[in-house]
């Protein structure tokens, strides 16, 4: 099922069930399936698609309210670090690495990139599929 939604993003016609030569390589569409896997950077995605450019920083204090069922504005420095640090150690790298995101090691700054509506789409498709199966 999941197969059907990262080919209709990717533009990869094959599945799991179909032959095995992908019109697409395969580690694209698995790289982007781990790289939606992950709460954070479904996160990032989302903020990125929605609202542009940020900071790690700007970003680490989103996904830290989130986590912590808070407004922004009232996460600890303990919080946002323990997301930014995550972020800016693995995180923003994966999605840069996926094309998803251009992320600026030394300024610390992410912008979408061009298949960042893709991403997102994705990460949209998979949460309705989830939520249909509850």
Known sequence: MFGAIISRVT???????????PTQPAASADDLATAVANQRRRIVLRTLADEGAADADT????????????PPELVTSTE?????????Q??????????????????KTVAPAEDIDAGAHLVEELHETAEGQR
């Open 11 to 21: 533009g990869d016609d094959t599945t799991a069930d179909a032959d095995p030569t």
């Open 80 to 88: 946002r670090n323990r997301v930014y640090i995550a972020l800016t």
């Open 90 to 107: 693995g995180h923003l790298e994966k999605l840069d690495d996926c094309g998803l995101i251009h992320y600026d090691d030394r300024a």
């Open 59 to 70: 970003l680490a204090t989103t996904i830290a309210g989130v986590e912590n069922g808070k």
